[in-house]
């Protein structure tokens, strides 16, 4: 658990998945990315913390007086290479945009990726989350010409690499 400013970073709880899933699906919606082929319609954005038990995978979110304000996690995704992880549901409310909880959330789930054993991290997202895409260019996170993997969001169209080091 990592704390700031009253903002608690900690894994995702069964009683989160409603709120997370609000929370990605107006992010969607504030950006004007399409609904379909993304987390919007995907069915794990519904059950998130129970998508990561029992796998090689965790979650976590950024809480503020039990309302949950952002969410980062990496999932072994299906087709990826081996030792290789998904950055998942990485999204953030406006209200903590700018505070530095994303790149702490963020920095927290590659740690805990390579301490999972991973040793390279893979992203796919789009344009109009120019920030976001500036944020992941800063931590080693290089463009790749096409997808990696099956997540089956197929209506994304920025995928990027990182290969984590020692």
């Known amino acids: 658990m990592e704390t700031k400013d009253g903002f608690i970073i900690r894994p995702i709880k069964e009683t989160d998945n409603v709120q997370m899933a609000r929370l990605i699906r107006c992010v969607i919606d504030e950006f004007g990315v399409s609904r379909t082929g993304t987390v919007y319609d995907d069915p794990v954005t519904d059950c998130i913390s129970q998508s990561v038990e029992n796998v090689n995978a965790e979650y976590w979110v950024i809480d503020y007086g ?16 081996g030792k290789c992880a998904e950055i998942v549901k990485y999204y953030l409310s406006p209200a903590v945009r700018g505070k530095g ?66």
């Open 66 to 81: 039990g309302e949950i304000q952002g969410g980062c996690g990496f999932y072994p995704t299906k087709g990826l290479p």
């Open 101 to 166: 909880l994303g790149g702490m959330i963020l920095d927290l789930i590659v740690r805990r990726a390579k301490g999972a054993g991973y040793t390279s991290l893979y992203i796919e997202t789009f344009p109009s989350f120019g920030k976001a895409i500036d944020m992941y260019k800063e931590r080693g996170f290089q463009l790749l010409d096409g997808q990696l993997g099956d997540s089956g969001h197929t209506a994304t169209s920025i995928f990027m690499l990182n290969v984590l080091t020692d």
